[in-house]
Structure formats: C-alpha cells, structure tokens
C-alpha cells in the first residue's frame, strides 16, 4: 500500500511563508522522484516543484524564486518551503509519486493565502 500523508497547510496573510511535509510509506522512497502539484476550484491541476532522487530540483515558473522543495531521505518525507506567498498561491496542495505505472497521490493539504 502506497500513502502519502501531507500537513502544514493553512490560513497565512500575503507575504508569509509555509512549510508543508508529505510522509510517504509503502515505497522504496530514496529511489523515487517527488512532486508538489497543486489545485484550485475551477482550474487544472498543476505541477509546482519536484525533486528526483539525486536531488535534482524543478519549479513552476510561478513559484521560482519563492519555493523551495526538499527532501529527507531518512524520514521518507519531502517538505514544501513556501515564502512571499500570493492569494494565487491558495489551493490544495498536493504529494504525489509515480514509482511504476500508477500515480499516487495524498489527500491534499489547503493553503489559504489571504489580505
């Protein structure tokens, strides 16, 4: 059984920053990429960061800059660094891994960024 398990997601005001973590259980972790996406009503899911095993980053154009994923191999946990953050960054957050032929994804987390 894969798992991902997101937290840290919450109420913050334009210019604050979050942390959210994603646990990830029934995968060999180190091996596998990570992703952040994202998702608001009425829009398409989005890619905002992953890293790769090596640890090798990329970014949404929109968020470069700004965010800053990471991972800790020994917690099987990658972490989502989020600074300056906008109204456009509120959506739900989301973990997600593809070890083989299948996506997995978490429940999600909501961040809600507000004036």
């Known amino acids: 059984q894969v798992q991902l398990v997101e937290s840290g997601g919450e109420l913050v005001q334009v210019g604050g920053s979050l942390r959210l973590s994603c646990a990830a259980s029934g995968i060999i972790f180190h091996v596998n990429a990570m992703n952040w996406y994202r998702q608001a009503p009425g829009k398409q899911r989005e890619l905002v960061a992953g890293i790769t095993a090596s640890g090798s980053t990329n970014y949404a154009d929109s968020v470069k800059g700004r965010f800053t994923i990471s991972r800790d191999n020994d917690k099987n946990t990658v972490y989502l660094q989020m600074n300056s953050l906008k109204p456009e960054d509120t959506a739900v957050y989301l973990c997600?891994?593809?070890?083989?032929?299948?996506?997995?994804w978490g429940q999600g987390t909501q961040v809600t960024v507000s004036s």
């Open positions: 997600h891994v593809r070890p083989t032929d299948h996506d997995f």
